[in-house]
């Protein structure tokens, strides 16, 4: 049996001669990146690669050896890729992702728009946001507010993007996508939601409780330990005002004791969501591509090529640059099935150098990437 010592020496020796033939391929791809820098030709050769990696897989010795030599090379070649977008970058190309940078927002004689009757959450988080210089329109979708934004009704709109109970808001992540509006500041609140009934109700009467589906997931313990019937409206306060048009005491809704107030409810119990921290975060929505100068996080979406180790790939560019990533989910595409689209959010600023190589290699290499905004 060959000894211990011997194999690791050989292993070390042959381990540097790739660490050198790494780098002579490296610096070959640096003329590569030159040639495309002059020519105009795109980095990604998909096809070349492909047939690259299958005469290399050839020479292998076995199949398992193939495999390997398979994923070798992915990354070797990805390892290329980064280095000709960083090369490009430095040179000038692609490097404005084109937000205008300003110090702060405008915040006078502004409109905003959220989803909602008053005394939603949404308005809330606007009033909360924007202070008394503001025009509030409350519309009755998310959609709407988008809408707003996008034909100049209004200058923002302030939708909930995610709940630290309930998740995400779904709804709202495809309408980022579908206008060519930006997020461009997010602000939290915290949720409290309460039983509210008509004057006079007592717990002891409720038989149904009205509410959004997401008051109800954050409430859900409360409302199974009663065995209530749940029934959904479109939000909170939709579901207070509707109980304030009831005379029925047997009928109660989840709302805040703002909406309660509004609508001349009884507060019936208070902190009825599980989660004591509840909280929901709100996106400032602009139909300006504008980063504030101190933002610190870019959004991203994208779907992916079906091939194996595609999302990998993607997020390879993140790592690649030193950006830390703080978030990422899918959403179905629709229309297509078993499709998803990905949204990735990392920190960094528009003007970032390894912000603008990560954002050239995913464009370049995924479909449909779409900046989403800087805040």
């Known amino acids: 049996m060959k000894d211990l010592q011997e194999s690791r020496k050989e292993i070390d020796y042959i381990d540097n001669e790739i660490v050198k033939?790494?780098?002579?391929?490296?610096?070959?791809?640096?003329d590569v990146a030159e040639y495309k820098l002059n020519t105009g030709k795109a980095v990604l050769d998909r096809q070349r690669e492909i047939d690259k990696i299958v005469t290399l897989k050839d020479k292998a010795s076995n199949d398992f050896y193939a495999h390997g030599v398979e994923e070798l090379f992915e990354q070797i070649m990805a390892m290329s890729r980064k280095m000709q977008y960083k090369m490009l970058t430095e040179e000038g190309v692609n490097n404005d992702i084109g937000f205008d940078i300003v110090d702060e927002l405008d915040m006078e004689d502004i409109k905003v728009a959220y989803q909602g009757?008053?005394?939603?959450?949404?308005?809330?988080?606007?009033?909360?946001?924007?202070?008394?210089?503001?025009?509030?329109?409350?519309?009755?979708?998310?959609?709407?507010?988008?809408?707003?934004?996008?034909?100049?009704?209004?200058?923002?709109?302030?939708?909930?993007?995610?709940?630290?109970?309930?998740?995400?808001?779904?709804?709202?992540?495809?309408?980022?996508v579908e206008f060519s509006?930006?997020?461009?500041?997010?602000?939290d609140i915290k949720i409290d939601h309460c039983l509210c009934g008509v004057k006079g109700a007592k717990i002891e009467d409720v038989k149904e409780v009205y509410s959004h589906p997401q008051a109800f997931m954050q409430s859900n313990a409360f409302i199974e330990e009663h065995g209530w019937e749940k029934v959904s409206l479109a939000n909170t306060a939709i579901s207070a005002r509707y109980i304030s048009e009831q005379t029925d005491k047997s009928r109660a809704c989840i709302c805040s004791a703002h909406a309660a107030e509004i609508y001349g409810l009884d507060v019936l119990y208070q902190g009825t969501n599980f989660n004591a921290l509840n909280t929901t975060k709100f996106i400032i929505v602009s139909r300006q591509k504008i980063a504030r100068r101190n933002a610190g996080l870019i959004c991203i979406s994208f779907q992916l090529p079906h091939a194996s180790g595609s999302l990998y790939q993607m997020l390879s560019h993140i790592?690649?640059?030193?950006?830390?990533?703080?978030?990422?989910?899918?959403?179905?595409?629709?229309?297509?099935?078993?499709?998803?689209?990905?949204?990735?959010?990392?920190?960094?600023?528009?003007?970032q150098a390894g912000v603008i190589n990560a954002l050239s290699g995913i464009n370049a290499e995924s479909l449909n990437m779409k900046i989403l905004g800087n805040y």
């Open 319 to 351: 790592i690649y640059n030193d950006l830390n990533m703080t978030k990422i989910e899918s959403r179905p595409v629709p229309e297509k099935k078993w499709e998803y689209r990905f949204y990735v959010e990392f920190e960094g600023k528009a003007h």
């Open 117 to 176: 009757l008053p005394g939603a959450y949404g308005q809330q988080a606007a009033t909360e946001y924007f202070g008394d210089n503001a025009e509030y329109i409350n519309v009755p979708t998310f959609r709407e507010a988008m809408k707003c934004v996008r034909d100049g009704k209004t200058d923002y709109a302030v939708l909930p993007v995610a709940n630290s109970s309930a998740g995400i808001v779904t709804d709202v992540y495809d309408l980022l």
């Open 181 to 187: 509006n930006y997020v461009v500041d997010t602000f």
């Open 21 to 30: 033939l790494f780098e002579r391929r490296m610096d070959i791809c640096k």
